[in-house]
């Protein structure tokens, strides 16, 4: 079982930036490909970032050039730095395993909201 914990979340202004991070148990998380996910109100979950256990990282169009996504398996974290943030940004973000995140790995996320 991995538990992850999501943090970093909250309120910016147009522009702005945000670094979130996400921590997970267990001794293998160096073995799993991570993504990050996002869900604004009356939307899907949607993969916003990704990255391999090599460090090969991918990203949705939407995010391109502006989200970065990386990892630290000694300290089994993986991150996401997000500049020039929209309002469109606006979402509960959760990491969970990529491209097939697992069901019982969703934590409680942490709230983007970027608003002027």
């Known amino acids: 079982q991995v538990l992850l914990v999501e943090s970093g979340g909250g309120l910016v202004q147009p522009g702005g930036s945000l670094r979130l991070s996400c921590a997970a148990s267990?001794?293998?998380?160096?073995?799993?490909?991570m993504g990050w996910y996002r869900q604004a109100p009356g939307k899907q979950r949607e993969l916003v970032a990704s990255i391999g256990t090599g460090g090969i990282t991918n990203y949705a169009g939407s995010v391109e050039g502006r989200f970065t996504i990386s990892r630290d398996n000694a300290k089994n974290t993986v991150y996401l730095q997000m500049n020039s943030l929209k309002p469109e940004d606006t979402a509960v973000y959760y990491c969970?395993?990529?491209?097939?995140?697992?069901?019982?790995?969703w934590g409680q996320g942490t709230q983007v909201t970027v608003s002027s």
């Open positions: 267990g001794s293998l998380f160096r073995l799993f490909d």
């Open positions: 969970n395993l990529s491209p097939r995140p697992r069901n019982d790995y």
